[in-house]
């Protein structure tokens, strides 16, 4: 019993080790889908793209790029413009990068100048923001754009009435430089401020969810203890309840056994009685004799109680009263013996 016990403990833990390498190879294939999904990604955009451009659509019986997208792609003619548009105006290694984020996000994305995307995308967590958040973001980035758009122009018509007769050329040169370069200063650096704000937010989301991801391990490891230690404990408690039937079926059978024994001891107890009685009837003759026709007077005397029940009821009471009368002079004969 206790080997059965651990043979089953082991094949649990077998069972455990062969779905934790399953879950494995199933993630490694989710990363490898992934990667492949990214670059798929710049694929079917670039085919949506040239498919538009050069109309062969028309060789395979469509009328229209829309009626191509709906009904051979699956997809409205507006995503299609969607996906067109970010392969259009960011780099196929942005897109692949950047592909788990979704196309709204990647939209968004293509507001930012090319020169500034890669900084941008690099000080935003793109994956974990909202596209509301991100939408905000770009606004800030927008404000402050035009805020020193506004100082360059200013700047520029500052310089044109520099140039005027009676001006003072170099000192309003050296006032409008120190202004330009003291609200460039503040726009630099609320610009850095918010840089740091998106970098202490990337890295608290990157914080959190590595604890999330221990908290999650932790769990599982603990829920994978728990669950060796409930199959051990269920595997105890089988055994046990298994040897306690086996008890009880072992004292039912030993029951059964003994009770067999003591009707067959009885029996042949009644039949040694019996063989008793008849060997001292057999000692002497008259009651061998008188033991012989006794029986079968019973015998005949049966039979005649058997026709008289299954006479008709006019004779029934005719047989009935002969056999009674045979048994009354029977016992008249016996005492007038006495």
Do not use: C
């Amino acid at each position: 019993m206790a080997e059965n016990m651990i043979q089953h403990i082991a094949q649990e833990q077998e069972k455990k080790i062969a779905l934790h390498e399953q879950a494995m190879r199933l993630h490694m294939q989710i990363q490898n889908s992934a990667s492949l999904a990214a670059e798929a990604i710049v694929d079917f955009a670039s085919g949506l793209k040239q498919m538009r451009d050069s109309r062969l659509y028309e060789q395979l019986g469509f009328e229209s790029f829309a009626d191509y997208t709906e009904r051979a792609v699956g997809i409205k003619q507006s995503m299609a413009y969607n996906w067109i548009r970010v392969l259009e105006n960011l780099t196929p290694s942005m897109i692949e990068k950047n592909a788990v984020i979704g196309i709204t996000k990647l939209q968004l994305l293509t507001q930012v100048p090319p020169q500034e995307r890669e900084d941008f995308a690099e000080n935003h967590d793109l994956e974990e923001m909202t596209v509301a958040q991100l939408k905000e973001e770009l606004k800030k980035y927008k404000d402050q754009s035009e805020q020193l758009s506004l100082l360059q122009e200013e700047l520029e018509i500052e310089k044109e009435r520099a140039g005027s007769p009676g001006a003072d050329e170099a000192e309003l040169r050296e006032e409008i430089e120190k202004e330009y370069l003291a609200r460039l200063e503040e726009s630099r650096q609320e610009l850095d401020k918010a840089k740091d704000e998106a970098a202490k937010l990337r890295k608290e989301s990157q914080k959190a969810k590595a604890e999330t991801e221990r908290e999650i391990s932790r769990r599982v490891e603990e829920s994978r203890k728990e669950i060796a230690e409930q199959a051990k404990k269920s595997a105890e408690a089988e055994a046990e309840e298994k040897i306690k039937a086996a008890k009880a079926q072992a004292a039912e059978e030993i029951k059964r056994s003994l009770d067999k024994i003591e009707r067959e001891k009885a029996e042949a107890i009644e039949r040694a009685n019996a063989l008793e009685k008849q060997l001292k009837i057999s000692a002497d003759p008259v009651m061998t004799e008188f033991g012989y026709y006794f029986q079968a007077a019973q015998e005949q005397l049966n039979k005649l109680v058997e026709l008289a029940a299954r006479a008709q009821a006019e004779n029934r009471k005719k047989l009935a009263a002969a056999i009674r009368a045979l048994l009354n002079k029977t016992a008249e004969v016996l005492g007038n013996e006495n």
